[in-house]
């Protein structure tokens, strides 16, 4: 499996931004899409993610209202719509798949659920 992740860039404060994630060589069912955020000097943390198959969603708490993410199943994609951005959010954002053992917030945001990355697309947002 291989993942592209794109859409990076440098935005103004409270922009809207919309990052992408390309994932190839490979079937997804029962397999969760996920971001995670990783700011300079800082843990990688989650941001979101969604089960391929069924489409529930899960957000971490300081994104939940701004950020939406969607996948779209004919082209293997998973997007990430970020509004309302803010300076805090500046981070490379990284695109994960996997099979969480359970598709309890729990499992689906912890990183080592994981087994499949792609590179990194950095997001900086100025204030």
């Known amino acids: 499996v291989q993942l592209q992740a794109s859409g990076g860039g440098l935005v103004q404060a409270r922009a809207p931004l919309r990052l992408s994630c390309a994932a190839s060589?490979?079937?997804?069912?029962?397999?969760?899409m996920a971001w995670f955020q990783q700011a300079s000097g800082k843990e990688r943390e989650f941001v979101a993610a969604?089960?391929?198959?069924?489409?529930?969603?899960y957000y971490a708490n300081s994104v939940r209202s701004r950020f939406a993410i969607s996948r779209d199943e004919a082209n293997n994609t998973v997007t990430l719509q970020m509004n309302s951005l803010k300076a805090e959010d500046t981070a490379v954002y990284y695109c994960?798949?996997?099979?969480?053992?359970?598709?309890?917030?729990?499992?689906?945001?912890?990183?080592?659920?994981?087994?499949?990355w792609g590179q990194g697309t950095l997001v900086t947002v100025s204030s």
């Open positions: 994960a798949t996997g099979r969480p053992k359970r598709t309890s917030y729990a499992n689906t945001a912890n990183e080592r659920e994981y087994g499949y």
């Open positions: 060589g490979g079937t997804y069912d029962g397999y969760a």
């Open positions: 969604i089960q391929w198959s069924g489409g529930s969603t």
